[in-house]
């Protein structure tokens, strides 16, 4: 809708500039009609021949002829100085211009000693001679009234379409703005609804995105009055308050009871709760969390999930706050996330990290410095004791001393992964899971029921629907459509194009010769058409028998010194190319004026030549060095004689 909306404010504009391209010429005539009419009543009024006080507006014809025939004196009555300070002048004069401009009051003096003309004149374009711009005006004065120049802020009405969400059709709408006439005539601002910059009921945030709108948690904000769009702040707020980087963030509250801030931009690009995503959380892990805590005291997290109901334990991960003087300077955030805390006894404290194929591979990046950097700093920041690293599958090996890193295969089950962790924990703390024996002999997992519980209050589903593969249809093939020949091609089509069976993007044609060959000859269209192809292949073969125009080895040696001589870059072997022996003819024939700049035949005079003479161009146009060999010849043998002048003076 947007890029629609774009269209239509980009057509109107061109065709507002054309309009005021013409109104503009127009105001330049009548200005410079004023400014001649200017220079020849004040050159008349100094060259007069009265004295000041005696001359009249009847001396001046050029002014005299504008007197308004309301005036009640008349012009030969009336001095040519008269003025009075501070006073309206009681004299009218009239327009000779034709424009219907009323009469306007003005001192003979004015229009005399300083040539004024018109007042209407000097602001001749009005809002009614754009009429595209005009057809949008919708405020109670005329446009006639209105110059196209105003900074007033008058009421546009932009008539386009619009897209309906609910039935996503499209229907007529009218927006309405404010804006100056200035920016609109001068600087060809469009619409300011379809820019944006002004919110109804097509572009706002309750229109298009209502879901969003209802977790708005401001009360004095309208959402049918904020854009879908919005992130920065403007330029002069910003500068207001002397910050960079400063965004609109507005405070929003899910149907969870979740608050936090976020821009408009961030809500319709997808950003939603940060307490309901989902997005740093699998449900493998989940399952590997509930197993461990059947064997492990879990730590639940500070803040319980409001979408669990009593009874399901919390699974969720936890945000580590770290002191400021173990905070790595190079680390964005000071809080640190971990997917699950366990207590051991004697108050040892261990973390859990489950680390998947898709991103801790180094396909992406290598995060393996960082999760060992993070490691230390949770130990010295004496948040953990201990940090588990559980890595799926064939993940790059990872040596961090204040971590211990289990690895599981990469189809492992919720009980394998949980097997694996607690003996790894249990042989670094030997009392860390009393019941762990018992677990390793029922030979299954145990605690999936909660697992399952957790994974449908946050995720609506244990697993999502399978997708059916959709068919690929067939492609439909495209529609062939015959072209004829070139114009100067030999080849007769006699059958109808068909695809190439090696190579369906070829499309082929059989043609005949109309040099006597009675074999068909199979071509790509597409080349016969522009050219390439014109023949079965007898121009090639004839044009290699013509033979080529005899040039003597001695004019060869002749022709590479005077080209060396020219700086004119050839071979170094073999026949010397056409062109370069016929512009060395013509110069050793004194006819230096055939040559261009760089000492050689013009292609263009040539090839103007062989065409008006009948004669056959090369392949695909070009000249053969016959043609320029033929073309050098015919020119010295045009050549003038020269013959004596005889001299007038004899025979007196």
Not at 196 to 222: C, K, Q, R
Not at 249 to 268: D, E, F
Not at 420 to 428: D, E, I
Not at 556 to 563: L, P
Request: net charge positive; hydrophobic share 35%.
């Amino acid at each position: 809708m947007r890029s629609v909306w774009d269209d239509f404010n980009g057509v109107r504009r061109e065709q507002i500039k054309k309009e005021l391209a013409v109104a503009r010429a127009r105001q330049a005539e009548v200005t410079a009609y004023w400014n001649r009419h200017k220079s020849t009543v004040v050159g008349r009024w100094n060259s007069r021949a009265s004295a000041r006080g005696e001359a009249t507006v009847a001396d001046i014809p050029e002014v005299a002829a504008q007197w308004h025939q309301y005036n009640l004196v008349r012009p030969k009555n009336v001095s040519a100085t008269a003025q009075r300070r501070g006073q309206a002048s009681p004299h009218l004069w009239q327009c000779p211009l034709g424009f219907g401009h009323e009469p306007w009051p003005a001192w003979p003096k004015d229009r005399i000693q300083k040539g004024a003309g018109c007042p209407e004149c000097r602001r001749l374009t009005r809002l009614a001679d754009l009429p595209t711009l005009a057809a949008q005006y919708g405020g109670q004065i005329p446009a006639s009234d209105i110059t196209h120049a105003s900074h007033e802020r008058v009421p546009w009405i932009c008539r386009t379409w619009a897209v309906d969400p609910s039935a996503g059709v499209w229907q007529p709408v009218e927006h309405r703005f404010e804006a100056m006439v200035k920016e609109r005539a001068l600087q060809g601002n469009g619409c300011l609804v379809c820019a944006g910059y002004v919110i109804d009921d097509t572009n706002s945030l309750f229109t298009w995105f209502p879901e969003i709108a209802d977790e708005l948690d401001a009360p004095d904000l309208d959402p049918r009055r904020l854009p879908t769009s919005q992130h920065n702040i403007p330029r002069k707020q910003a500068a207001e308050v002397e910050s960079h980087g400063v965004y609109v963030t507005l405070p929003w509250k899910c149907r969870h009871g979740h608050s936090w801030k976020a821009t408009i931009l961030n809500r319709v690009q997808g950003t939603g709760c940060g307490d309901c995503s989902t997005s740093g959380i699998s449900k493998e892990q989940v399952r590997l969390v509930a197993e461990l805590a059947g064997l492990i005291d879990l730590v639940p997290p500070e803040s319980r999930d409001p979408r669990l109901s009593d009874g399901v334990p919390d699974f969720a991960s936890h945000r580590l706050t770290v002191p400021p003087e173990h905070k790595p300077a190079h680390w964005r955030y000071k809080d640190v996330e971990v997917d699950a805390v366990f207590h051991l006894p004697h108050g040892v404290r261990v973390g859990l990290e489950y680390d998947g194929a898709f991103h801790h591979s180094v396909r992406q990046r290598d995060r393996r410095q960082y999760e060992n950097e993070k490691s230390r700093v949770l130990v010295e920041a004496g948040l953990l004791d201990l940090l588990i690293h559980v890595r799926i599958g064939n993940l790059p090996e990872m040596e961090a001393p204040h971590a211990l890193v289990v690895t599981v295969p990469e189809r492992a089950t919720a009980y394998q992964q949980a097997s694996a962790v607690a003996s790894a924990l249990c042989a670094r703390f030997p009392e860390a899971a009393p019941s762990l024996s018992a677990y390793l002999n029922s030979g299954r997992a145990q605690h999936q029921a909660a697992a399952d519980a957790y994974i449908t209050a946050v995720w609506g589903e244990l697993r999502p629907p399978r997708r059916k593969p959709k068919k690929a249809a067939s492609p439909t093939p495209r529609r062939l459509s015959p072209t004829a020949p070139h114009a100067d091609s030999l080849l007769s089509p006699v059958s109808e194009p068909y695809r190439n069976p090696e190579s369906p993007n070829d499309i082929l044609r059989d043609y005949r010769c109309d040099c006597g060959n009675p074999e068909v000859f199979t071509a790509v269209q597409s080349q016969v058409t522009s050219g390439n192809t014109r023949s079965c292949g007898c121009l090639v073969t004839q044009a290699r028998q013509r033979p080529r125009p005899a040039v003597s080895k001695a004019e060869t040696h002749a022709v590479r010194a005077w080209a060396q001589q020219r700086r004119i870059v050839i071979g170094g072997s073999g026949r010397v190319p056409d062109r370069v022996t016929a512009s060395f003819r013509l110069d050793q024939a004194g006819r230096d004026d055939l040559l261009g700049p760089d000492g050689l035949l013009d292609e263009a005079r040539v090839r103007e030549w062989a065409v008006s003479a009948g004669r056959q161009l090369g392949v695909r146009g070009r000249l053969t060095g016959e043609l320029w060999l033929d073309y050098s010849t015919k020119e010295l043998a045009a050549e003038p004689q020269t013959t004596e002048t005889p001299d007038p003076l004899v025979g007196r």
